[in-house]
């Protein structure tokens, strides 16, 4: 069966198909992503059940993005955004879970994710989501993937895994987050301190792979109605070959999992109610034309024929308040909500 992905870089007015006439090849680590071509999509956490996808470039086709598109959204199941289906008990049972490995000191910080289903009178349009996504997200990377193993997923995320053509490369840390649209906003205490954690996470990772390391920030990044604490940075990779262990080291990044790293992804693998799949994880071209773009898959959702399942998650720390971190994700679901209610 044909796999293919669709996708429309930041700030660019086209869109890139690629297709492979066959299932992708899976693969069990980022490490042999090294010296490859094609379109990857990784889990959150890669198993024989989810591996790390990469769809072969069979075919690539570049074409402007239709300036007349404007699709309707589809017409929802009468009360799909009403009553109970919004997860706000077990979120509060695993919120209760998630901070007493905080406030023990045990873990720094770790990330809890939700999820809601949201049920389509008809068959959703993947392709035109796809498109409504592009007009209302234009600095956002906006893909849609789709291949036998993963199902179909489409997503509108502001941030970058790993970037770059060359020797010249580009990554960033973005935690914290708050609604609105001033820029000039002042931050919490707790955002100042989740995006430090990662910073210096990433900045401790890239120090053993890359020289030439240049860091910049935190700024405050605006991604549709929310506002994000960004750090930058730019590197240079003396070798293809380094790629994939780097991607190996970065990957999840604090942003979507915690510190420790590998404890908190197990604790969350074993103790979050809903399976994250291919939420959290990263996707983008590698390697077409040159350059590889690499996006943390966040703002997504999963389509399956009738129905769209969105996800969402919010860094936790010590001092975290649940009301407060269960909001935030009620607004990070409101970008892909978005595309289907207006």
């Known amino acids: 069966?044909?796999?293919?992905?669709?996708?429309?870089?930041?700030?660019?007015?086209h869109v890139t198909r690629i297709a492979s006439h066959n299932e992708p090849r899976a693969l069990s680590s980022?490490?042999?992503?090294?010296?490859?071509?094609?379109?990857?999509?990784?889990?959150?956490?890669?198993?024989?059940?989810?591996?790390?996808l990469l769809i072969k470039p069979d075919e690539v086709?570049?074409?402007?993005?239709?300036?007349?598109?404007?699709?309707?959204?589809?017409?929802?199941?009468?009360?799909?955004?009403a009553g109970g289906g919004d997860g706000r008990e077990a979120y509060h049972r695993d919120f209760e879970r998630f901070h007493e490995k905080l406030t023990s000191g045990e873990f720094q910080k770790i990330v809890l994710a939700r999820q809601m289903r949201v049920a389509t009178s008809a068959p959703v349009k993947a392709t035109q989501l796809f498109y409504r996504a592009c007009n209302l997200y234009p600095h956002q990377m906006v893909t849609l993937v789709h291949t036998a193993t993963c199902g179909t997923w489409l997503m509108a995320t502001?941030?970058?895994?790993?970037?770059?053509?060359?020797?010249?490369?580009?990554?960033?840390?973005?935690?914290?987050?708050?609604?609105?649209?001033?820029?000039?906003?002042?931050?919490?205490?707790?955002?100042?301190?989740?995006?430090?954690?990662?910073?210096?996470?990433?900045?401790?990772?890239?120090?053993?792979?890359?020289?030439?390391i240049e860091q910049r920030g935190p700024m405050?990044?605006?991604?549709?109605?929310?506002?994000?604490?960004?750090?930058?940075f730019d590197f240079t990779l003396e070798s293809d070959e380094l790629l994939g262990p780097l991607l190996d080291s970065l990957y999840p990044t604090p942003a979507v999992c915690g510190l420790p790293k590998q404890a908190t992804r197990d604790f969350i693998a074993a103790h979050e109610t809903t399976a994250r799949s291919y939420y959290s994880g990263f996707a983008g071209p590698l390697g077409i034309d040159g350059a590889t773009h690499l996006y943390v898959s966040l703002r997504c959702m999963r389509i399956d024929?009738?129905?769209?399942?969105?996800?969402?998650?919010?860094?936790?720390?010590?001092?975290?308040?649940?009301?407060?971190?269960?909001?935030?994700t009620q607004a990070k679901m409101g970008t892909m909500l978005r595309l289907l209610t207006t």
């Open 1 to 13: 069966m044909a796999s293919f992905a669709l996708y429309r870089l930041p700030d660019h007015d």
């Open 30 to 52: 980022c490490k042999e992503l090294s010296g490859q071509q094609g379109f990857a999509v990784a889990p959150f956490t890669i198993a024989a059940s989810e591996p790390l």
């Open 61 to 81: 086709k570049s074409y402007l993005l239709p300036a007349a598109a404007q699709p309707q959204p589809p017409v929802l199941e009468p009360g799909a955004l």
């Open 158 to 212: 502001p941030e970058v895994m790993l970037s770059g053509s060359g020797g010249c490369w580009h990554t960033v840390a973005l935690a914290g987050t708050m609604k609105g649209c001033d820029e000039h906003a002042a931050w919490s205490v707790k955002n100042i301190r989740e995006q430090r954690l990662v910073a210096t996470y990433v900045h401790h990772y890239l120090a053993r792979y890359a020289s030439n």
């Open 220 to 232: 405050t990044a605006r991604a549709g109605a929310l506002l994000h604490l960004k750090s930058t």
């Open 305 to 328: 024929h009738t129905a769209c399942t969105l996800y969402a998650g919010g860094g936790i720390l010590s001092d975290s308040v649940e009301q407060q971190e269960w909001e935030e």
